[in-house]
């Protein structure tokens, strides 16, 4: 091959090369922009760099006058209706941490639109690494509409919230006439009729007990629950709640003590909510404790909150197991078989009350010496929303 054979050959090497490079990117661009998830990409400063149609269509904007953009003003995020800042933000976090950050349907995270709309989301921020990196483009926000998911989602609530409510009318009427047989009512009854008729009444507390965590558990997914505040001496609550569980203290002959600060202020909050929790967490505290065990309670102002601290020398809740007990339906492997009349929605429903109303919540436990539970409610109280249902308020025990 001469000079000039050479020069022709890599010519037309290169042409080959350059037409295979256009048709590799025509593919990606085709794939890209025909892909139904909305891509994102960012740099290190949080800018944006490119999207495909799919995010144009989400954010009403088009790529063209995205490009530069703050990712926090094209596509502002929301945790329910309240906005998510730079330092609890998914994005945010892939980016400094050079990692991958997933969120889930049950997050609640929403992207508000130009129109005002919420919609609900699902993304993975993809921190780009090593062979993957591309120049000038750090991380690739993957982001999935879930309107959809979450309409099917509120329809399987409200029919729980339907159902159970419905079931209610009928266990009662059950349990009344058993307990009127009971009491020979209806003429004498025999020891063995008596022993029947006492199994129907308990197993008929068992099924209404089950039954309210059910309505409560969708009336707080639903967001319907209503909130009354009303200023409150939280002692007063501690001190009916123990008087009501004196005969499950007795029988398992705990030693409870109240160590409550001097003059604590009234906190204006709703009274049954506020029962609803406490009563959660100090029947789970006789419940998961054994006998002769100890239960401090503690109430104090911190800072501008009010601390209730419910602590208990019980079985404890086990490393592998701490992170799921707030879920709908977990029961710790531990107490399963100690402890069997339990439905693990308890400690799901106090979560979303307390979260639900400016507070929070969090425990420490160490198997076999005892768990404590701390709550935190601001100071100012729970905000009242109108318009709403109440929960149930004659939860039986659990
Ligand atoms: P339930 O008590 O009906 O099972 P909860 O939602 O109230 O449901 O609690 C969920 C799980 O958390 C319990 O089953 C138990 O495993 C664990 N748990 C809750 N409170 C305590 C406690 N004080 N001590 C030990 N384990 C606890």
């Not at 209730?308 to 490393?319: E, L, N, Q």
């Not at 109280?381 to 939860?395: I, N, R, S």
Request: aromatic fraction near 6%; proline fraction near 4%; hydrophobic fraction near 40%.
């Amino acid at each position: 091959m001469n000079d000039r054979e050479r020069i022709d050959d890599l010519e037309k090497r290169l042409i080959n090369l350059e037409s295979s490079l256009q048709k590799e990117t025509h593919k990606m661009n085709a794939i890209f922009s025909s892909m139904t998830e909305a891509i994102i990409g960012i740099d290190d400063d949080l800018n944006v760099v490119l999207m495909n149609q799919a995010a144009s269509i989400l954010v009403r904007v088009a790529d063209t006058d995205a490009k530069g953009q703050k990712i926090s003003e094209l596509f502002p995020l929301y945790k329910d209706k309240d906005p998510i800042d730079d330092a609890h933000s998914p994005i945010v976090q892939a980016v400094k941490e050079k990692t991958i950050v997933r969120t889930y349907i049950y997050d609640n995270i929403y992207f508000k639109g130009s129109d005002g709309f919420y919609i609900p989301v699902v993304l993975s921020a993809v921190y780009l690494l090593g062979e993957n990196s591309i120049e000038g483009m750090s991380t690739l926000i993957i982001i999935r509409n879930v309107i959809q998911e979450k309409s099917v989602d509120k329809a399987k609530t409200e029919l729980i919230s339907m159902a159970s409510h419905q079931l209610r009318t009928p266990l009662t009427s059950i349990g009344w006439f058993a307990e009127m047989l009971l009491k020979g009512e209806a003429g004498p009854v025999t020891n063995e009729q008596k022993d029947y008729l006492q199994e129907i009444v308990e197993s008929n507390e068992r099924m209404t007990e089950l039954v309210d965590s059910l309505l409560n558990v969708s009336r707080v997914d639903l967001g319907t629950f209503k909130v009354d505040p009303k200023p409150t001496a939280l002692v007063d609550v501690v001190e009916s709640l123990c008087k009501e569980l004196t005969p499950m203290i007795s029988v398992k002959k705990m030693n409870v003590n109240k160590i409550f600060s001097k003059e604590l202020p009234l906190i204006n909050v709703d009274q049954t909510l506020i029962r609803i929790v406490l009563q959660n967490l100090l029947t789970n505290a006789i419940k998961y404790t054994p006998e002769e065990g100890t239960i401090d309670i503690v109430l104090k102002k911190q800072d501008t909150n009010m601390l209730i601290s419910i602590a208990d020398s019980g079985y404890g809740i086990p490393k592998e197991d701490q992170s799921k007990i707030f879920t709908k339906l977990y029961r710790a492997q531990n107490v399963r078989d100690k402890v069997t009349d339990g439905n693990g929605l308890g400690l799901y429903i106090v979560k979303a009350i307390v979260e639900q109303n400016g507070g929070s919540i969090w425990f420490s436990s160490e198997e076999n010496q005892g768990t404590t539970f701390n709550i935190l409610i601001p100071l100012t109280g729970m905000k009242a929303k109108e318009g709403a249902k109440a929960l149930p308020t004659d939860l039986a025990l659990s």
